[in-house]
């Protein structure tokens, strides 16, 4: 699927991500400074991914991991910092939502900072949500 707004389009192709890219980009980020590039490049390859691009260049990435039915686990929700503010955020989510693998799903994400931008979707904090560790992660 692919969306269009203004000089920006939005895609589910996972065969149009530019991996290199998105290294650089999640290396920006509290969560994901430390992932290998072979990591990302194997979440990519499983994960319904939507890349965010303007005039071409990929500014923008998100991924659902989805049963289609019951669940799916948003992750990885970025975009470069130049294009943020412009409400490119709030588009990418509307799309993921709207997604026919997504829609009508049980929707979890896990953030530290943007829980205000996530309640609008309907997102609400909860205590129940467990997590394990990661070995490449660990300090």
């Not at 923008?60 to 990885?76: E, P, Q, V, Y």
């Not at 609400?124 to 490449?136: F, I, K, P, Q, R």
Request: glycine fraction near 6%; charged fraction near 20%; charge should be negative.
């Amino acid at each position: 699927m692919q969306w269009t707004q203004d000089e920006y389009l939005i895609t589910d192709d996972r065969a149009s991500v530019q991996v290199d890219f998105l290294y650089q980009l999640l290396s920006t980020t509290y969560w994901s400074h430390k992932r290998p590039l072979d990591v990302i490049e194997t979440m990519v390859d499983n994960s319904l991914c939507f890349s965010l691009y303007h005039d071409g260049d990929q500014i923008g990435f998100a991924r659902a991991i989805t049963d289609s039915i019951t669940l799916s686990w948003l992750a990885d929700i970025v975009i470069e910092s130049k294009y943020q503010g412009k409400g490119l955020g709030k588009w990418l989510m509307e799309c993921i939502l709207e997604h026919p693998s997504v829609k009508g799903t049980q929707i979890v994400l896990q953030t530290l900072d943007a829980q205000g931008l996530y309640q609008k979707f309907g997102f609400s904090t909860s205590d129940a949500l467990m997590s394990t560790s990661v070995d490449y992660l660990r300090d």
